[in-house]
């Protein structure tokens, strides 16, 4: 018998797997917090033989380095990748041993596509493939997107990844499990599916690169991609030249004099409460990344790389989970932190700041009205399929940099949800802009009476 254990990191959109049998077991792309994989192998009271890379990574920083140090493991790197740490080559074909008394193997295939050395694995149970685990290669519904490497390799790569789509469905059972690293909210998957469980069976019936021609799945795949976070360009040269190990320890407590300075000074503050709480009072100058949402995303998106960042959260606890959201991608060490309420945050005889919040209703008993600015900070996909008439649009990923394109007037901050118009709320309100944000369902424009147009 064996097992698969997920381990979510649900913050990036991404799975990482602990599978084996009663006595040993391999790790498959391990988040950085590796502590998470090896709790997972102790409750299964196995050891880990071997960490696997499908990958050097794009869009986290990868703690298999760190893991396969910890435990003694073997680590498995595709022989294509260009690192500089020693590892063990991963050819196609080969085949490693992870529990010999379950009748348990790993064989690589090599599916290039994501990257030029992608490289899935099947694990087979005495010599039939059970399970695969297909990083950024097949994912559910859709394949990873093949544009994060080198602009001028994007068009070989996505008819790679159709070609690689083929060869998986072609060599492996129907009922085999697919299991992908990415595709649950990950910027590396081409598209956002819906589903949690699949198969090769389920894919071959389903997912475009397996139901389209060549030319008809790449133009699809190439219309199709959208923005790439900054931070990603980080990520495959942290990864190539092996991650540091990484340090939970609590950062240095910044009291009220200290956060003002560190706004002074022009670094950023960020306050991890949710955003009802930051709307209601905050310290100015400060900006709201939900420690609830996608934190790390949108953090190591919009700052701007390597600058100093102070924490504030409502509880030790919300700052060390957002300590450890944050290393993922690299963002080691917060220069500062403090807990509590913000009244604790700003110097004696300061006052707080904050904004008013709104729903579309509110917005269509305003719209159109002179001095009324809509900005909408969704990415140029989700505005395609409908947008308020005469709202201004400037991604939220971008307007940090474009502040000043934003019109004269009470700037009405919407998104599809709500997050990342409080996001960019608190960046307008901290240039000094009155801003309302918009926390409601975008579905609720056009029942509020909005004039929704659409392009798509």
């Not at 919407?414 to 975008?442: K, N, P, Q, T």
Request: proline share 5%.
């Amino acid at each position: 018998m064996f097992f698969v254990d997920t381990i979510e990191v649900s913050g990036l959109g991404n799975r990482s797997y602990l599978a084996g049998g009663e006595r040993a077991a391999v790790a498959v792309d391990p988040p950085r917090d590796v502590d998470r994989v090896i709790a997972a192998a102790a409750r299964r009271g196995v050891r880990i033989a071997q960490v696997v890379e499908t990958h050097v990574h794009n869009d986290y920083v990868s703690g298999g380095l760190e893991l396969a140090r910890l435990t003694g493991a073997a680590y498995l790197v595709p022989a294509g990748a260009r690192v500089s740490f020693a590892r063990v080559p991963v050819r196609d074909g080969d085949r490693t041993e992870i529990d010999t008394a379950a009748g348990l193997t790993l064989r690589a295939l090599a599916t290039p596509g994501h990257t030029p050395h992608h490289t899935a694995y099947a694990l087979e149970e005495n010599g039939e493939a059970v399970v695969v685990f297909t990083g950024g290669s097949l994912l559910i519904g859709t394949v990873g997107r093949p544009d994060l490497v080198e602009p001028r390799l994007t068009g070989h790569l996505a008819r790679a990844q159709h070609a690689s789509a083929h060869r998986l469905a072609a060599e492996l059972p129907d009922d085999t499990a697919v299991l992908p690293t990415h595709g649950f909210g990950s910027f590396c998957s081409s598209s956002q599916a819906e589903g949690g469980d699949t198969t090769i069976g389920k894919e071959r019936a389903s997912n475009e690169a397996l139901t389209r021609d060549v030319d008809d799945f790449v133009a699809a795949l190439l219309a199709g991609l959208d923005d790439v976070p900054a931070y990603y360009t980080h990520m495959g040269p942290a990864n190539a030249a092996g991650p540091e190990p990484l340090d939970l320890t609590a950062p240095a407590v910044a009291d009220a004099a200290e956060i003002a300075a560190r706004l002074a000074a022009g670094e950023w503050v960020v306050d991890l409460r949710n955003r009802v709480a930051f709307a209601a009072g905050h310290v100015p100058g400060a900006f709201n990344f939900e420690a609830e949402g996608q934190l790390a995303t949108y953090l190591a998106w919009l700052i701007p790389w390597g600058k100093p960042v102070t924490l504030l959260a409502e509880s030790p606890g919300q700052l060390a989970a957002a300590q450890r959201e944050l290393v993922r991608v690299g963002m080691d060490r917060p220069a500062a932190a403090a807990t509590g309420e913000p009244g604790g945050w700003v110097r004696e005889g300061e006052e707080l700041a904050s904004f008013r919040r709104a729903t579309f209703a509110d917005l269509a008993r305003r719209h159109p009205a002179e001095g009324l600015v809509v900005l909408d900070v969704r990415r140029a996909s989700e505005r395609a399929g409908g947008y308020i008439e005469g709202s201004v649009h400037i991604p939220v990923h971008a307007l940090h940099r474009r502040l000043d394109e934003v019109p004269a007037g009470e700037v009405w901050v919407h998104c599809a949800g709500g997050m990342r118009a409080a996001i960019a709320s608190s960046l307008l309100d901290a240039a000094g802009r009155e801003v309302v944000a918009v926390d409601d369902s975008f579905d609720a424009a056009d029942r509020a009476g909005l004039t929704v147009r659409r392009t798509s």
